[in-house]
């Protein structure tokens, strides 16, 4: 689908509270920060320079003091405690810090992570049956996942098993009686855009807090925290912003051989940047998880052992090329039935079912999807027993959750936040169910919400980019969900020279903007034939380091014939 252009206006940077000549030395730069609605010089330096010591108190989350004083007292006690996790990178980062920082206190947490395909997600009855059968549990921690599960936190209660639950997904109606640490539990929390292993990270905090433990340096986990964080796709924002960029210091300096051997498989070396998380080590650590079981991705994060690290890494890397392939195929399948069905003008959601396609990836594919019809989308798949599961992706305006609470009666059960969301739904009732959410959607989103918009931060000029503008660029690191990296605009540029194919798909362009040229990257690029000259271009911006040299290199998101923008 064509996206409009639009290039937000230059705002006035004199008048207001703050200086931005003292803070900023790149005009740009200093109205993308006055655009995040700064009130103070503070902010803006915490925000650039975000602190470890600015970290709020941990026991502000809802019911942190009690599941310390519960935690504490299983270690005292010496009680048999189970670490009960989800398959992601958030739910296995969330049990590798727990477990460690309890091993720190002299515990012995077993750790427990349920089957994808046989068990489903979270405190599922099968998986429940498992955990109990092998470790007896006197108290279970349910990790990014328990805050739906009251029925089975019941049961557990009868069995004679304390629950606390440490979770960051939407609440429904009924919360399960338990220790829960859930900041979307409470409306009044500051901490709504955490991640589990962030909450759990502030549980470790807490526990610090109540119970001191030198030889416990919690700094250095932060790998597990940035890890997890960007993984998950939460917003960038507050202390996850913190998390993040002192999180992907750590990685660079990691200890962890399995980490360590990760990145030599992904190719990511330091500095490390959110973008070599969510598109490189999280796609491997999630990949055992998606086609089987995660216990290999835990297990690659808390080894000490050289061969096994090395080991695991290089399974976790072929995993991932499986995933690709098995994902690949199923978009295919899935774009097949979509290019069929799907009316722009008519259907504001898309619902695709498939018989076997696999439960690891439909999120993936979902996501697919949603970049390329810019719609809600919910992708199934139904195995041979007549059930199928979905995952499904959203677009801003729509908050999945609410959207799927609308069809309820025709689901099983669902759970998720705002712009991701599971379901499991009986074949016999996806058409019903489809028309419903396609209804709710349309309720939901107005047109322009439709509308695929290309939204560019600011206009430069060839000329603008120097290495200052990159240094205060890189000040707003870490990009990702609620601090998108920063898109700008270039008008009325030519090819210096013809484009270089790379790997078949690539292009490399020589650009000129009168007398200024720069190189760029355009990534499948070659895929389709370039418009007349002279291009618009849409762009972000890195740094490329060449013989020891700085240089800026762009790197093409969107281009164009030139033409008149909004």
Request: hydrophobic share 40%.
């Amino acid at each position: 689908m064509q996206s409009r252009w639009i290039i937000a206006p230059p705002e006035e940077l004199n008048g207001g509270p703050i200086s931005w000549s003292e803070i900023c030395g790149a005009d740009c730069i200093a109205r993308l920060l006055l655009r995040k609605g700064f009130a103070t010089n503070e902010e803006i330096e915490n925000f650039l320079r975000p602190r470890l010591g600015s970290l709020a108190d941990p026991f502000l989350l809802p019911q942190m003091d009690k599941a310390v004083a519960r935690i504490l007292a299983a270690l005292d006690r010496h009680e048999r405690v189970v670490l009960f996790g989800d398959y992601d990178v958030d739910g296995v980062t969330s049990i590798a810090l727990l477990s460690e920082v309890m091993r720190a206190y002299g515990g012995e947490p077993d750790l427990f992570l349920p089957l994808r395909v046989e068990e489903g997600y979270g405190l599922s009855r099968e998986s429940l049956e498992r955990c109990l059968e092998q470790h007896q549990p006197q108290l279970l921690i349910a990790v990014d996942c328990g805050t739906s599960s009251a029925e089975e936190i019941v049961d557990l209660g009868k069995r004679r098993v304390d629950v606390i639950v440490l979770d960051h997904h939407e609440p429904k109606v009924a919360l399960p009686d338990c220790v829960i640490v859930n900041p979307k539990t409470d409306a009044s929390s500051a901490f709504h855009y955490l991640c589990s292993v962030g909450i759990v990270f502030k549980l470790c905090h807490a526990l610090l807090k109540a119970r001191p433990n030198d030889g416990f340096d919690l700094k250095t986990h932060l790998d597990l925290v940035a890890l997890g964080t960007v993984a998950d796709i939460v917003p960038l924002i507050g202390e996850n912003r913190t998390f993040v960029q002192h999180g992907a210091r750590e990685i660079a300096r990691t200890t962890r051989p399995g980490l360590r051997k990760l990145m030599e498989f992904a190719a990511v070396r330091p500095p490390i940047f959110a973008e070599d998380i969510g598109f490189r080590l999280g796609p491997r650590l999630n990949a055992a998880g998606r086609l089987s079981t995660a216990e290999k991705s835990l297990q690659l994060l808390l080894t000490k052992d050289e061969s096994e690290a090395t080991a695991l890494a290089e399974f976790l890397d072929r995993q991932n090329r499986e995933r690709q392939e098995v994902e690949k195929q199923t978009f295919l399948a899935a774009d097949e039935i979509i290019a069929k069905e799907f009316d722009p003008a008519r259907d504001a959601a898309i619902v695709v079912a498939g018989r076997g396609w696999h439960q690891g990836v439909l999120g993936i594919v979902a996501s697919r999807i949603v970049r390329k019809y810019h719609r809600p989308a919910i992708v199934i798949g139904i195995d041979q027993s007549g059930m199928a599961k979905g995952s499904g992706r959203s677009i801003e305006g729509l908050n999945l959750v609410k959207a799927l609470d609308n069809c309820a009666d025709h689901l099983e059960k669902f759970g998720g936040h705002e712009m991701a969301a599971g379901l499991t739904i009986r074949e016999g009732k996806i058409e019903v169910f489809a028309s419903a959410f396609r209804n709710a959607a349309r309720e939901m989103l107005s047109d322009e919400d439709l509308e695929p918009r290309l939204r560019l931060d600011h206009e430069l000029e060839l000329a603008q980019l120097n290495v200052d503008l990159l240094r205060w660029h890189e000040m707003l690191q870490p990009f990702g969900n609620a601090n998108p990296q920063p898109l700008f605009f270039a008008r009325e540029v030519e090819p210096a020279a013809p484009p270089r194919i790379m790997k078949e798909k690539h292009l490399v362009l020589r650009l000129r903007q009168r007398d200024s040229h720069r190189r760029a990257i355009f990534f499948d690029g070659a895929i389709e034939q370039l418009p007349s000259a002279p291009w618009d271009i849409a762009f972000r911006i890195r740094a490329d380091n060449y013989e020891g040299e700085t240089l800026v290199e762009l790197q093409i998101h969107a281009l164009r014939q030139s033409a008149s923008i909004d």
